[in-house]
T-cell receptor
Framework: AQSVSQHNHHVILSEAASLELGCNYS??????LFWYVQYPGQHLQLLLK????DPLVKGIKGFEAEFIKSKFSFNLRKPSVQWSDTAEYFC????????????WGAGTKLIIKP | KAGVTQTPRYLIKTRGQQVTLSCSPI?????VSWYQQTPGQGLQFLFE???????NKGNFPGRFSGRQFSNSRSEMNVSTLELGDSALYLC???????????FGPGTRLTVL
């Protein structure tokens, strides 16, 4: 069965630090990849997505992610975090072979210290 | 464009009762998915409907059921509620099955 792993469940950073959140998936076929964010008290919303093309994807609020097919990874990055980036971040994957059911990682809670 | 709406937003029930939650997707979206979110388990997939047909189903007991209407609105039902069913139930809609999902605010269910 497909699975998505987010290695860090909790991350604490200071403002202006660089961020990288790991996401690995277990599926050998063609996949669509997503990062969602849930700010405190708000809806889940899409940060960025990768369907095809340039493996470096830029999203909202200065976030980007790189799809590395050989490593089955889709890590999320931001060069300089802000206090307002405090949120929970979810990686998700779907594939045609599994009827496009979206498989979710467990989430990473990010706390930015002002 | 209006977002995904879910009603009610909050619900308190007692064990053994049943509950029906409603979701109205974004206009034009044909796919609706339901998730259970709890602090310890993260997002757990319940089921997905596309054009009134259940396309995918998660690993939940038969007490959890759902349906989708011709206008794409969806309902989920939980019968014989248990304490462990207390959670935030999220609905998400998308244009097609492979596309990004747009989430509603959720229904907070508390079972006493």
């Amino acid at each position: 069965a497909q699975s998505v792993s987010q290695h860090n469940h909790h991350v604490i950073l200071s403002e202006a630090a660089s961020l990288e959140l790991g996401c690995n998936y277990s599926y050998g076929g063609t996949v669509n990849l997503f990062w969602y964010v849930q700010y405190p008290g708000q809806h889940l919303q899409l940060l960025l997505k990768y369907f095809s093309g340039d493996p470096l994807v830029k999203g909202i609020k200065g976030f980007e992610a790189e799809f590395i097919k050989s490593k089955f990874s889709f890590n999320l990055r931001k060069p300089s975090v802000q206090w307002s980036d405090t949120a929970e971040y979810f990686c998700a994957v779907n594939a045609m072979d599994s009827n496009y059911q979206l498989i979710w990682g467990a989430g990473t809670k990010l706390i930015i210290k002002p | 464009k209006a977002g995904v709406t879910q009603t009610p937003r909050y619900l308190i029930k007692t064990r053994g009762q049943q509950v029906t939650l409603s979701c109205s997707p974004i206009s034009g979206h044909r796919s609706v998915s339901w998730y259970q979110q709890t602090p310890g388990q993260g997002l757990q997939f319940l089921f997905e409907y596309f054009s009134e047909t259940q396309r995918n189903k998660g690993n939940f007991p038969g007490r959890f059921s759902g349906r989708q209407f011709s206008n794409s609105r969806s309902e989920m039902n939980v019968s014989t509620l248990e304490l462990g069913d207390s959670a935030l139930y999220l609905c998400a809609s998308s244009w097609g099955q492979a596309d990004e999902q747009f989430f509603g605010p959720g229904t907070r269910l508390t079972v006493l």
